[in-house]
């Protein structure tokens, strides 16, 4: 999946898409995207401007995002009009730093769903090494007027 079906799939826009491609997807069960960590990204000049590095909130949001898009393709929701909120994120480990230059690789595995609500495995890799793991629910939400 290149960006612009991403795009079709999540209401997310620049500066806050934190997904650049799907590599592997298998509905109702895992996906694999990647996010280009490039200095240009706007939160750099301020964290930390002595040495740039990716805000953990940040891949966790990534993650969330691909674990947006695998429900999405699972399911019959659609952005145009319902939302997948993150519902919470639990066991969020950082095991190292993510800078400029980096290529972040992001599974995500579906542990239970029920209807609306979805239970994600996430975990971010650089170079084959793991950066994140997180545990998140999240729930299809209406958009309102």
């Given at each position: 999946?290149?960006i612009?079906?991403?795009?079709?799939?999540l209401?997310?826009?620049?500066?806050?898409?934190?997904?650049?491609?799907?590599?592997?997807?298998?509905?109702?069960?895992?996906?694999?995207?990647?996010?280009?960590?490039?200095?240009?990204e706007?939160?750099?000049?301020?964290?930390?401007?002595?040495?740039?590095?990716?805000?953990?909130?940040?891949?966790?949001?990534?993650?969330?995002?691909?674990?947006?898009?695998?429900?999405?393709?699972?399911?019959?929701w659609?952005?145009?009009?319902?939302?997948?909120?993150?519902?919470?994120?639990?066991?969020?480990?950082?095991?190292?730093?993510?800078?400029?230059?980096?290529?972040?690789?992001?599974?995500?595995?579906?542990?239970r769903?029920?209807?609306?609500?979805?239970?994600?495995?996430?975990?971010?890799?650089?170079?084959?090494?793991?950066?994140?793991?997180?545990?998140?629910?999240?729930?299809?939400?209406?958009?309102?007027?």
């Amino acid at each position: 999946m290149n960006i612009q079906e991403i795009l079709e799939r999540l209401p997310h826009r620049y500066p806050f898409i934190l997904v650049d491609r799907v590599l592997e997807f298998v509905k109702d069960t895992s996906i694999t995207a990647i996010k280009n960590v490039s200095i240009n990204e706007p939160y750099f000049c301020g964290h930390f401007p002595v040495k740039a590095v990716m805000p953990g909130v940040l891949i966790v949001e990534a993650l969330a995002q691909t674990a947006a898009i695998l429900a999405s393709c699972s399911s019959e929701w659609s952005p145009n009009n319902s939302l997948f909120y993150l519902g919470s994120i639990e066991n969020a480990r950082f095991k190292k730093i993510v800078t400029p230059g980096d290529q972040l690789h992001l599974k995500v595995e579906v542990h239970r769903r029920r209807t609306r609500v979805w239970k994600f495995k996430g975990t971010a890799y650089v170079a084959g090494e793991i950066v994140c793991t997180a545990e998140m629910t999240s729930a299809e939400g209406k958009v309102s007027s």
